[in-house]
């Protein structure tokens, strides 16, 4: 199994879910996690990333971590200072219309979404609202463009479009489609070597699908062409996620291995949870286990069954703990506070 890995935790994308798989790896193998000093969520985001804000960082005695995983504005020169230079490099990406309503939902806060009722209204004049200048301007143009550490306001010429792909193709050994995210999960752990349970998930920091709300086709357009950037890059690595597919597995031997994984969630969901799916954060009983509100977003967690031997349990609760609370127990334990 591969063990050092780079993953470009790109926002709204199922990549919540991603890291806890990462967090179980990483913890049931006793690998080095580079956190953020402090032990924050964020390595200085969205800041471009750069190797001192890793804990434990020393430019006289480079050291290298197993899995850089936390929200990061991408630089790799600054990224090969912190891990080895066999890391295997992966990120996830989602369609730019479900990320913008997903994005306008749980950023609700930030100066371009704060003054308007609905996202229409947003698109209808997105210049009255969106202010390139501002430090938070990201969450609302071009999400994924920004965080693979390009200028998301940047013009959309056919030319900047290809180096821009030329440069994440050159970075980056394989990108993920959260829309297929089962499909994701197979190629990945394929590529890195791990058996089916390391790749096995809950998803997780989903919101209530209350606070969803549907898209026209007329909104569905504006979206794309205000995040075109986003849009192209998608469109680009979505048919060589395909074309992937097709070229080292073949669709019938996907389909067989993704119905294996289903039935494998299934199961743990059947030993793990109560009611075998995910509640509301006001029924989530363990208030350790109750993932961080965001914006208008409601997101949802899980009861893990009672009863439990202690194995299973501990199985179980690595599955369901939110990413900020596992991050926290893996920081402690990677940095123990020495006793005064």
Same mark, same amino acid.
């Not at 434990?56 to 050291?63: N, R, T």
């Not at 600054?78 to 996830?92: D, L, N």
């Given at each position: 199994?591969?063990t050092?890995i780079?993953?470009?935790?790109?926002?709204?994308s199922?990549? %919540?879910?991603?890291?806890?798989?990462?967090?179980?790896?990483?913890?049931?193998?006793?690998?080095?996690?580079?956190?953020p000093?402090?032990?924050?969520?964020?390595?200085?985001?969205?800041q471009?990333? $750069?190797?001192?804000?890793?804990?434990?960082f020393?430019p006289k005695?480079?050291?290298?971590?197993n899995?850089?995983?936390?929200?990061m504005?991408?630089?790799?020169?600054?990224?090969q200072?912190?891990? %080895?230079?066999?890391?295997?490099?992966f990120?996830?990406?989602?369609?730019?219309?479900?990320? *913008?309503?997903?994005?306008?939902?749980?950023?609700?806060?930030?100066?371009a979404?704060?003054r308007?009722r609905s996202?229409?209204?947003?698109? %209808?004049?997105?210049?009255?609202?969106?202010?390139?200048?501002?430090?938070?301007?990201?969450?609302?143009r071009?999400? *994924?463009?920004?965080?693979?550490?390009?200028n998301?306001?940047?013009e959309?010429?056919?030319?900047?479009?290809?180096l821009?792909? &030329?440069?994440?193709?050159?970075s980056?050994?394989?990108?993920?489609?959260?829309?297929?995210?089962?499909?994701? $999960?197979?190629?990945?752990k394929?590529?890195?070597?791990?058996?089916?349970?390391?790749?096995v998930s809950f998803?997780?920091?989903?919101?209530d699908? %209350?606070t969803?709300?549907p898209?026209?086709?007329?909104?569905?357009e504006?979206?794309k062409d205000?995040?075109?950037?986003?849009w192209?890059i998608?469109?680009?690595?979505n048919?060589?996620f395909?074309?992937?597919i097709?070229?080292?597995?073949?669709?019938? =031997? *996907?389909?067989?291995?993704?119905?294996v994984?289903r039935?494998?969630?299934? &199961?743990?969901?059947?030993?793990?949870?109560?009611?075998m799916?995910?509640?509301?954060?006001?029924?989530?009983?363990?208030?350790?286990? =109750?993932p961080?509100?965001?914006?208008?977003?409601?997101?949802?967690g899980?009861n893990?069954?009672?009863?439990?031997?202690k &194995?299973t349990?501990? $199985?179980?609760?690595?599955?369901?703990?939110?990413?900020?609370?596992?991050?926290?127990a893996?920081y402690?334990?990677?940095?123990?506070?020495?006793p005064?």
């Amino acid at each position: 199994p591969k063990t050092d890995i780079v993953f470009l935790k790109v926002h709204k994308s199922a990549s %919540s879910t991603v890291m806890n798989i990462l967090f179980r790896f990483g913890e049931t193998h006793n690998l080095t996690f580079a956190f953020p000093i402090g032990g924050g969520n964020q390595l200085f985001y969205p800041q471009h990333f $750069m190797a001192r804000f890793v804990q434990g960082f020393s430019p006289k005695s480079p050291q290298h971590f197993n899995i850089l995983c936390h929200h990061m504005r991408f630089l790799q020169p600054e990224v090969q200072k912190v891990v %080895s230079p066999s890391a295997i490099y992966f990120s996830i990406l989602r369609n730019p219309v479900h990320l *913008m309503e997903s994005s306008f939902a749980y950023y609700k806060g930030t100066s371009a979404f704060s003054r308007v009722r609905s996202l229409e209204e947003f698109l %209808s004049q997105p210049y009255h609202y969106y202010n390139p200048t501002d430090s938070n301007r990201h969450y609302a143009r071009n999400l *994924m463009t920004f965080d693979f550490g390009f200028n998301p306001d940047g013009e959309v010429s056919s030319r900047r479009v290809r180096l821009m792909l &030329e440069a994440i193709e050159a970075s980056f050994d394989l990108l993920l489609i959260s829309e297929y995210f089962d499909e994701s $999960m197979v190629l990945l752990k394929e590529k890195l070597c791990w058996d089916l349970d390391s790749i096995v998930s809950f998803p997780l920091n989903i919101r209530d699908s %209350s606070t969803k709300s549907p898209l026209s086709n007329t909104i569905v357009e504006k979206i794309k062409d205000w995040n075109r950037l986003d849009w192209e890059i998608y469109t680009h690595f979505n048919r060589t996620f395909w074309e992937r597919i097709d070229r080292d597995f073949g669709r019938e =031997r *996907m389909r067989r291995e993704v119905k294996v994984l289903r039935d494998r969630q299934a &199961e743990l969901a059947r030993t793990c949870l109560q009611g075998m799916g995910s509640v509301a954060p006001k029924d989530i009983k363990d208030s350790s286990l =109750r993932p961080l509100q965001h914006g208008n977003a409601r997101i949802l967690g899980y009861n893990l069954k009672q009863g439990l031997d202690k &194995e299973t349990e501990l $199985m179980c609760r690595r599955l369901v703990t939110p990413e900020l609370q596992y991050s926290s127990a893996l920081y402690k334990k990677q940095f123990p506070q020495k006793p005064p």
